[in-house]
């Protein structure tokens, strides 16, 4: 059995034809699906169990998906969440992402592209679970003001832990690898995001922009380190200290 058909996800929509559209799909490329109606529902269940990734409905009664999102990364910041919704304005996008949403699907949608979505989130996100062990790690990126810890994923900035969506820590650590290598936005796609034939490229411009807050918040310096090469991309730059 493939690291793939273990994998659990659920499926938040209130539309009955939808949740039964996609578990068709997921359940048929291995994975063990769940569903929820609300987001009272969605909770619940993400609070009490363990999931590989969510695929969340923005347009809910009671309780929308960008309020489920929130109370979620409150309690659990590394699970992967992927936002379903009709609504395709770019502030909607702009939301869901500032709240730590990892992609965002616009309906009406291919079933096959949310699968691949999918698995392109869960090539790089599985096996990191909300509750890191602390011990000793190897692999470790390291400069003055950032230290990336690989293995636990946690990224320290200047001393103090900065907590990041797994899509942020996924682009801060493939830049931090790769210092003063340009990369435009296509090839952050691919590599972070696993996107070959479809992906927005404003995805890349709204991740660069939360990662940057979130180290200013800590360091200024740190933030500094991701540098935009205007006309081309983005790059990771030390500075000359």
Not at 23 to 44: C, F, I, K, S, W
Not at 117 to 139: G, M, N, Q, W
Request: proline share 4%; with cysteine.
């Amino acid at each position: 059995m493939s690291v793939e058909e273990k994998l659990k996800l659920l499926v938040v929509d209130d539309e009955e034809r939808i949740r039964r559209l996609l578990n068709m799909y997921l359940t048929r490329e291995g994975y063990e699906v769940e569903e929820a109606v609300d987001g009272a529902e969605a909770l619940e269940k993400a609070i009490a169990n363990y999931y590989d990734c969510i695929l969340l409905d923005l347009m809910m009664p009671e309780k929308d998906g960008l309020e489920v999102l929130q109370e979620l990364r409150e309690m659990k910041k590394m699970t992967p969440v992927v936002m379903l919704t009709a609504k395709g304005e770019e502030s909607d996008r702009v939301s869901g992402f500032e709240l730590g949403a990892d992609d965002y699907i616009v309906k009406p949608f291919s079933p096959r592209e949310v699968v691949l979505r999918v698995k392109a989130i869960l090539r790089r996100s599985v096996a990191f679970p909300d509750t890191v062990s602390p011990a000793a790690s190897k692999d470790l990126v390291v400069f003055p003001q950032l230290t990336i810890d690989h293995d636990a994923h946690r990224v320290t900035a200047e001393g103090q832990e900065v907590n990041l969506t797994p899509k942020e820590y996924e682009l801060l650590y493939f830049l931090a690898k790769s210092p003063d290598k340009v990369f435009d936005r296509e090839q952050l796609l691919k590599e972070v995001w696993h996107y070959e034939f479809f992906g927005d490229l404003r995805t890349v411009d709204t991740h660069v922009k939360r990662l940057r807050e979130k180290l200013s918040r800590v360091s200024e310096r740190a933030a500094k380190m991701i540098v935009t090469v205007w006309g081309v991309g983005y790059k990771f730059e030390v500075p000359n200290e």
